[in-house]
């Protein structure tokens, strides 16, 4: 029904950059709250990043304000998360998340999802 889409890992040394997309696609889409990305590192549990609304609020986890900027294009059903600054504690494997109203014929409901992964590595 709705599938989520990321791009834009990769390996970079620390205090590179990076620009991760994730696309939202489906017929049944209504409307989307609120997208953000998480990050799970091995070993550890999946955390939000960063978040932002329909209205254009973001959040962010402590650790990535200044350096990572959250972006949407509501035209286009598309998050970005601009990384600047990055360090190896960042390495992790970052989650499209959506937050989504979907509608068919039985009327509409809410809908959580994710995307595939995109693997980020930032080497000393």
């Known amino acids: 029904q709705v599938q989520l889409v990321e791009s834009g890992g990769g390996l970079v040394q620390a205090g590179g950059s990076l620009r991760l997309s994730c696309a939202a696609s489906?017929?049944?889409?209504?409307?989307?709250?609120?997208m953000g990305w998480y990050r799970q590192a091995p070993g550890k549990q999946r955390e939000l990043v960063a978040a932002i609304a329909s209205g254009g609020t973001t959040n962010y986890a402590d650790s990535v304000k200044g350096r990572f900027t959250i972006s949407g294009d509501s035209a286009k059903n598309t998050v970005y998360l601009q990384m600047e600054s990055l360090k190896p504690e960042d390495t992790a494997v970052y989650y499209c998340?959506?937050?989504?109203?979907?509608?068919?014929?039985?009327?509409?409901?809410?809908?959580?999802?994710w995307g595939q992964g995109t693997l980020v590595t930032v080497s000393s």
């Open positions: 998340n959506g937050d989504t109203v979907v509608g068919d014929t039985f009327g509409f409901r809410s809908l959580e999802v």
């Open positions: 489906g017929s049944s889409i209504f409307r989307i709250n609120t």
